[in-house]
Protein backbone atom coordinates (compact mmCIF):
# COMPACT_ATOMS: atom_id res chain seq x y z
CA UNK A 1 0.00 0.00 0.00
CA UNK A 2 1.60 3.18 -0.63
CA UNK A 3 1.69 6.10 2.01
CA UNK A 4 0.57 9.57 0.83
CA UNK A 5 3.02 12.09 0.67
CA UNK A 6 2.34 14.94 3.32
CA UNK A 7 0.88 17.17 0.65
CA UNK A 8 -1.78 14.58 0.43
CA UNK A 9 -2.71 14.92 3.68
CA UNK A 10 -2.62 18.35 3.84
CA UNK A 11 -4.75 18.21 1.05
CA UNK A 12 -7.41 16.20 3.00
CA UNK A 13 -7.52 18.21 6.49
CA UNK A 14 -7.31 21.45 4.47
CA UNK A 15 -8.10 21.67 0.93
CA UNK A 16 -6.65 24.02 -1.21
CA UNK A 17 -9.27 27.14 -2.02
CA UNK A 18 -9.18 30.05 -4.00
CA UNK A 19 -7.58 32.79 -2.62
CA UNK A 20 -10.64 35.01 -3.85
CA UNK A 21 -14.13 33.31 -3.30
CA UNK A 22 -12.29 30.59 -1.14
CA UNK A 23 -13.85 28.00 -3.34
CA UNK A 24 -12.13 24.52 -3.14
CA UNK A 25 -9.88 23.62 -6.03
CA UNK A 26 -8.57 20.53 -7.20
CA UNK A 27 -5.17 21.21 -7.63
CA UNK A 28 -2.67 23.36 -4.99
CA UNK A 29 -1.17 24.79 -7.62
CA UNK A 30 -3.51 26.64 -9.10
CA UNK A 31 -4.50 29.53 -6.62
CA UNK A 32 -7.63 30.95 -8.08
CA UNK A 33 -10.71 29.44 -9.47
CA UNK A 34 -11.54 29.92 -13.33
CA UNK A 35 -14.34 32.23 -12.78
CA UNK A 36 -12.33 34.67 -10.39
CA UNK A 37 -9.26 34.47 -12.83
CA UNK A 38 -12.03 35.39 -15.74
CA UNK A 39 -13.32 38.04 -13.74
CA UNK A 40 -10.10 40.17 -12.91
CA UNK A 41 -9.94 43.43 -15.57
CA UNK A 42 -7.02 42.84 -17.76
CA UNK A 43 -5.33 46.08 -19.33
CA UNK A 44 -5.91 47.16 -23.13
CA UNK A 45 -3.03 45.76 -24.83
CA UNK A 46 -3.54 47.42 -28.17
CA UNK A 47 -1.04 47.14 -31.34
CA UNK A 48 0.35 50.01 -32.42
CA UNK A 49 -0.86 52.21 -29.55
CA UNK A 50 0.47 53.66 -26.02
CA UNK A 51 -0.52 51.55 -23.15
CA UNK A 52 -2.24 53.11 -19.83
CA UNK A 53 1.08 52.68 -18.37
CA UNK A 54 3.26 54.32 -21.25
CA UNK A 55 1.04 57.63 -21.39
CA UNK A 56 0.81 57.67 -16.93
CA UNK A 57 5.08 57.13 -16.90
CA UNK A 58 5.62 59.07 -19.89
CA UNK A 59 8.97 58.66 -22.29
CA UNK A 60 11.71 58.48 -19.63
CA UNK A 61 15.17 56.66 -20.18
CA UNK A 62 15.75 53.63 -22.51
CA UNK A 63 11.90 52.15 -22.05
CA UNK A 64 11.33 50.68 -24.52
CA UNK A 65 7.90 49.21 -23.42
CA UNK A 66 5.67 49.54 -20.61
CA UNK A 67 2.83 47.83 -19.08
CA UNK A 68 0.43 46.26 -17.02
CA UNK A 69 -1.08 42.86 -16.60
CA UNK A 70 -3.88 43.86 -14.62
CA UNK A 71 -6.00 46.94 -13.41
CA UNK A 72 -5.89 47.32 -9.74
CA UNK A 73 -9.48 48.00 -7.91
CA UNK A 74 -8.98 47.70 -4.04
CA UNK A 75 -11.96 45.84 -3.44
CA UNK A 76 -11.56 43.77 -6.37
CA UNK A 77 -10.67 40.24 -6.79
CA UNK A 78 -6.84 42.21 -7.82
CA UNK A 79 -6.98 43.50 -4.56
CA UNK A 80 -7.20 40.51 -2.35
CA UNK A 81 -4.66 38.96 -4.60
CA UNK A 82 -1.86 41.91 -4.28
CA UNK A 83 -2.29 41.77 -0.40
CA UNK A 84 -2.19 38.38 -0.14
CA UNK A 85 1.40 38.27 -1.92
CA UNK A 86 2.51 41.18 -0.05
CA UNK A 87 1.25 40.81 3.48
CA UNK A 88 0.07 37.42 4.22
CA UNK A 89 3.23 35.60 3.04
CA UNK A 90 1.92 33.68 -0.58
CA UNK A 91 4.57 33.88 -2.11
CA UNK A 92 3.78 30.61 -4.28
CA UNK A 93 0.78 32.89 -5.06
CA UNK A 94 3.12 35.74 -6.67
CA UNK A 95 4.65 32.63 -8.76
CA UNK A 96 1.39 31.46 -10.29
CA UNK A 97 -0.12 34.96 -10.94
CA UNK A 98 3.82 35.62 -12.98
CA UNK A 99 2.79 32.73 -15.03
CA UNK A 100 -0.62 33.35 -15.78
CA UNK A 101 0.86 37.05 -16.81
CA UNK A 102 3.39 35.83 -19.00
CA UNK A 103 0.98 33.16 -20.55
CA UNK A 104 -1.34 35.72 -21.40
CA UNK A 105 0.93 38.32 -22.31
CA UNK A 106 3.54 36.77 -24.35
CA UNK A 107 2.04 36.95 -27.81
CA UNK A 108 1.18 40.22 -27.87
CA UNK A 109 5.72 40.56 -27.82
CA UNK A 110 6.26 42.43 -24.43
CA UNK A 111 9.28 40.00 -24.41
CA UNK A 112 10.84 40.47 -27.71
CA UNK A 113 14.23 40.68 -27.36
CA UNK A 114 14.33 40.16 -23.55
CA UNK A 115 17.90 38.93 -22.25
CA UNK A 116 16.96 39.09 -18.32
CA UNK A 117 14.04 39.70 -16.37
CA UNK A 118 15.23 42.21 -13.43
CA UNK A 119 12.55 42.37 -10.27
CA UNK A 120 12.83 45.74 -8.41
CA UNK A 121 13.94 44.91 -5.06
CA UNK A 122 12.95 45.94 -1.48
CA UNK A 123 14.87 46.61 1.08
CA UNK A 124 16.84 43.64 3.19
CA UNK A 125 14.81 44.46 6.31
CA UNK A 126 11.64 44.30 4.75
CA UNK A 127 12.40 41.14 2.57
CA UNK A 128 13.96 39.46 5.93
CA UNK A 129 10.56 40.01 7.85
CA UNK A 130 8.42 39.13 4.44
CA UNK A 131 10.93 36.07 3.73
CA UNK A 132 10.45 37.06 0.01
CA UNK A 133 10.70 39.77 -2.30
CA UNK A 134 7.20 39.31 -4.06
CA UNK A 135 8.73 40.84 -7.33
CA UNK A 136 11.17 38.67 -7.77
CA UNK A 137 8.55 35.25 -7.33
CA UNK A 138 6.40 37.13 -9.91
CA UNK A 139 9.57 37.48 -12.61
CA UNK A 140 10.35 33.89 -11.43
CA UNK A 141 6.92 32.27 -12.11
CA UNK A 142 7.10 34.67 -15.83
CA UNK A 143 10.66 32.80 -16.26
CA UNK A 144 9.22 29.32 -15.62
CA UNK A 145 6.89 30.30 -18.83
CA UNK A 146 9.33 32.17 -21.14
CA UNK A 147 12.98 30.61 -20.04
CA UNK A 148 14.11 34.42 -19.55
CA UNK A 149 16.23 34.43 -16.49
CA UNK A 150 15.86 36.05 -13.37
CA UNK A 151 18.95 38.55 -13.11
CA UNK A 152 19.05 39.96 -9.57
CA UNK A 153 21.02 43.75 -10.60
CA UNK A 154 19.19 45.99 -8.22
CA UNK A 155 19.57 46.91 -4.57
CA UNK A 156 17.02 48.89 -2.45
CA UNK A 157 17.98 51.35 -0.09
CA UNK A 158 16.08 51.99 3.38
CA UNK A 159 13.32 55.00 2.29
CA UNK A 160 9.99 56.80 3.77
CA UNK A 161 6.70 54.54 3.13
CA UNK A 162 5.28 55.85 0.12
CA UNK A 163 1.86 55.02 2.12
CA UNK A 164 0.86 58.61 2.70
CA UNK A 165 2.73 60.67 -0.32
CA UNK A 166 1.11 61.52 -3.43
CA UNK A 167 2.20 62.66 -6.68
CA UNK A 168 5.61 65.44 -6.19
CA UNK A 169 6.26 64.02 -2.54
CA UNK A 170 6.38 60.12 -4.21
CA UNK A 171 8.17 61.19 -7.23
CA UNK A 172 10.73 63.17 -4.79
CA UNK A 173 10.93 60.37 -2.10
CA UNK A 174 11.66 57.64 -4.54
CA UNK A 175 15.05 59.07 -5.70
CA UNK A 176 17.87 57.50 -5.50
CA UNK A 177 16.14 54.66 -3.80
CA UNK A 178 17.88 52.07 -5.79
CA UNK A 179 21.68 50.86 -6.87
CA UNK A 180 23.02 48.60 -9.44
CA UNK A 181 24.92 45.44 -7.44
CA UNK A 182 28.59 45.71 -8.65
CA UNK A 183 30.00 43.04 -10.63
CA UNK A 184 26.45 41.69 -12.18
CA UNK A 185 26.56 41.36 -15.74
CA UNK A 186 23.44 41.31 -17.80
CA UNK A 187 23.21 38.83 -20.39
CA UNK A 188 22.65 40.24 -23.88
CA UNK A 189 20.03 39.40 -26.56
CA UNK A 190 21.35 37.06 -29.36
CA UNK A 191 19.94 39.48 -32.38
CA UNK A 192 20.81 42.83 -31.52
CA UNK A 193 24.00 42.26 -28.69
CA UNK A 194 22.71 44.92 -25.99
CA UNK A 195 20.89 43.85 -23.05
CA UNK A 196 16.93 43.89 -22.71
CA UNK A 197 15.48 44.36 -19.59
CA UNK A 198 12.28 43.13 -18.65
CA UNK A 199 11.80 45.18 -14.85
CA UNK A 200 9.58 43.78 -13.20
CA UNK A 201 7.31 45.03 -9.97
CA UNK A 202 3.90 43.97 -8.39
CA UNK A 203 2.43 46.98 -8.33
CA UNK A 204 2.30 50.79 -10.69
CA UNK A 205 0.99 53.91 -8.49
CA UNK A 206 2.35 56.86 -10.23
CA UNK A 207 5.72 54.67 -12.07
CA UNK A 208 7.97 56.79 -9.84
CA UNK A 209 9.50 53.22 -8.58
CA UNK A 210 10.05 51.87 -11.74
CA UNK A 211 11.55 54.88 -13.47
CA UNK A 212 14.11 55.20 -10.17
CA UNK A 213 14.66 51.58 -10.95
CA UNK A 214 15.39 51.83 -14.78
CA UNK A 215 17.61 55.31 -14.20
CA UNK A 216 19.95 53.22 -11.73
CA UNK A 217 20.04 50.18 -14.12
CA UNK A 218 20.90 52.92 -16.99
CA UNK A 219 23.46 54.53 -15.10
CA UNK A 220 25.59 50.79 -14.51
CA UNK A 221 24.71 49.57 -17.45
CA UNK A 222 25.01 52.10 -20.63
CA UNK A 223 22.99 51.28 -23.36
CA UNK A 224 20.46 49.11 -21.81
CA UNK A 225 17.25 48.51 -23.43
CA UNK A 226 14.16 48.78 -20.77
CA UNK A 227 10.91 47.30 -20.76
CA UNK A 228 9.03 47.83 -17.70
CA UNK A 229 6.03 44.88 -16.68
CA UNK A 230 3.66 45.03 -13.74
CA UNK A 231 1.05 43.03 -12.38
CA UNK A 232 -1.28 45.63 -11.64
CA UNK A 233 -1.80 49.38 -12.24
CA UNK A 234 -3.31 51.45 -10.22
CA UNK A 235 -6.40 54.37 -11.07
CA UNK A 236 -5.70 56.88 -8.35
CA UNK A 237 -2.04 56.80 -8.16
CA UNK A 238 -2.58 55.38 -4.30
CA UNK A 239 -2.16 52.13 -2.69
CA UNK A 240 -4.48 50.34 0.04
CA UNK A 241 -5.29 52.76 2.77
CA UNK A 242 -2.70 51.89 5.62
CA UNK A 243 -0.28 49.71 3.49
CA UNK A 244 2.70 50.67 1.20
CA UNK A 245 3.31 49.56 -1.57
CA UNK A 246 6.84 48.75 -1.04
Not at 34 to 43: D, G, K, T
Not at 50 to 75: F, K
Not at 204 to 214: E, H, I, P, R, Y
Request: charged letters at 20%; hydrophobic letters at 40%; aromatic letters at 4%.
Amino acid sequence: MKIPVVSDLLSLIAPPRCHVCGRVLPDAGIFVCPACLASLRRESQRQGQPSRMENQIGSVLAMRQAAAWLTYRPDGASGILVHDIKYHGYSRLARFLGRRMAIEMIAGGIFTGASCLVPVPIHHFRRMRRGYNQSEEIARGISSVTGIPVVNALRGRHHKSQTRLHGRQRIENAKNKYTAIKNVRLPVDSASGIPGVVLVDDVCTTGSTLVNAAAALETAHPGVRITMLVLALTHNGSGPAGKPWR
